[in-house]
């Protein structure tokens, strides 16, 4: 089983709301990764952790927070966003976040910030 | 640094030809490559990897790829296109010691009946 699952498909939120999106994987990978991807762009990197540690943080605005609570789980804490910020959020995990290892992609989260 | 080339931007193929997408990298060592594809408004989905050995690699859905180090590329192929080959596909790099992956700007690919 290769699967990623990312909750919620979609979302809709105020810049002054707060909302987070789930990303969980049994895999028994250790390593899980957040992507950005805007419409007809190649994704770009935000987050890695590693064993559930923050490993790159790959100077992402603070309005975006982070969070490994086991193995299996990634969040992302979403705060007072632009409408920028508008995009598909993908999660990824790979087995120890090692050299060339395969990422395996979720289905993403499509945000709309209004 | 690592960098990925996809020189096209856009291929439109008629159902049932054949496909070749180019991917040209950069890089001081032999890289690990990638090749993605992505629905509209999906995720990515791996079609098909190279690490070593056999520079012709078999993938998913029908696809393959060459590695040829000579010219530093990884074509992606497909003998007979489908419709559901619409889609938009990546060629990513990832290099010793280091977790990240390097995409290329993407292809899309629009299949004519």
């Given amino acids: 089983d290769t699967e990623v699952t990312q909750t919620p498909k979609h ?4 810049m002054t709301n707060k909302k987070s999106l789930k990303c969980e994987q049994h ?19 935000m987050f ?6 923050l490993s790159i943080n790959e100077s992402v605005p603070s309005r975006f927070s982070p969070e490994c609570p086991n193995s299996s789980l990634l969040n992302l804490h979403l705060h007072a966003l632009q409408p920028e910020d508008s ?28 | 640094a690592q960098s990925v ?3 096209d931007i856009h291929i439109t193929v008629s159902e049932g030809a054949s496909l070749e997408l180019r991917c040209n990298y950069s890089y001081g060592a032999t ?19 190279y690490f070593s050995g056999d520079t012709l690699v078999q ?3 029908g696809f393959e ?47 004519r009946a």
């Fill in chain 1, 11 to 14: 979302l809709v939120m105020g």
């Fill in chain 1, 27 to 45: 895999m028994g990978h250790r390593a899980m990764y957040w992507y950005k991807q805007k419409a007809k762009k190649p994704p770009e990197l």
């Fill in chain 1, 48 to 53: 890695v952790y590693s064993y559930e540690k």
């Fill in chain 1, 87 to 114: 995009a598909l959020y993908l999660c990824a995990s790979s087995q120890y976040g090692g050299q060339g290892e395969t990422q395996y992609f979720g289905p993403g989260t499509r945000l709309l910030v209004l």
């Fill in chain 2, 5 to 7: 080339t996809q020189p």
């Fill in chain 2, 31 to 49: 890289p690990y490559l990638f090749w993605y594809v992505q629905s509209p408004g999906q995720g990515l989905q791996l079609l098909l990897k």
């Fill in chain 2, 59 to 61: 993938g998913i859905k």
């Fill in chain 2, 65 to 111: 790829a060459e590695f040829k180090r000579s010219q530093s590329s990884f074509n992606l192929r497909k003998p007979s296109v489908h419709w559901s080959d619409a889609a938009e596909y990546f060629c990513a790099v990832g290099v010793i010691n280091d977790y990240k992956l390097s995409f290329g700007a993407g292809t899309t690919v629009t299949v």
